[in-house]
Nanobody, 121 residues
Framework: QVQLVESGGGLVQAGGSLRLSCAAS????????MGWYRQAPGKERELVAT???????NYVDSVKGRFTISRVNTKNTMYLQMNSLKPEDTAVYYC???????????????WGQGTQVTVSS
């Protein structure tokens, strides 16, 4: 079975930085797009950034210029470098990946368990 495991969350002061990691493990053929989502208390889960297998990236406007998404395909790992953090970035951050498990199967969405990011003012 496929697992996505996030790490790197924590408590940081406004203006600080954190780096999140997401590692995919298990048996699968390929990982297509990957992304980071976040959910703040009382709010819906929102897209933060995505990256294709070719490295094409996309960001929500609120994090452009502050966050950088990257991946190392040979390690099945994705990162989110978060700089100039603001209190409004406080949320649980989830890793998402579109993964093909079998050569003849369609790709499916997988989610990590989430990691808490708290930014104090």
């Amino acid at each position: 079975q496929v697992q996505l495991v996030e790490s790197g969350g924590g408590l940081v002061q406004a203006g600080g930085s954190l780096r999140l990691s997401c590692a995919a493990s298990g048996s699968f053929v390929s990982i297509n797009s990957m992304g980071w989502y976040r959910q703040a208390p009382g709010k819906e889960r929102e897209l933060v950034a995505t990256i294709t297998s070719e490295g094409i990236t996309n960001y929500v406007d609120s994090v452009k210029g502050r966050f950088t998404i990257s991946r190392v395909n040979t390690k099945n790992t994705m990162y989110l470098q978060m700089n100039s953090l603001k209190p409004e970035d406080t949320a649980v951050y989830y890793c998402n990946a579109v993964i093909k498990v079998l050569r003849w199967s369609i790709s499916s969405n997988y989610w990590g368990q989430g990691t808490q990011v708290t930014v104090s003012s």
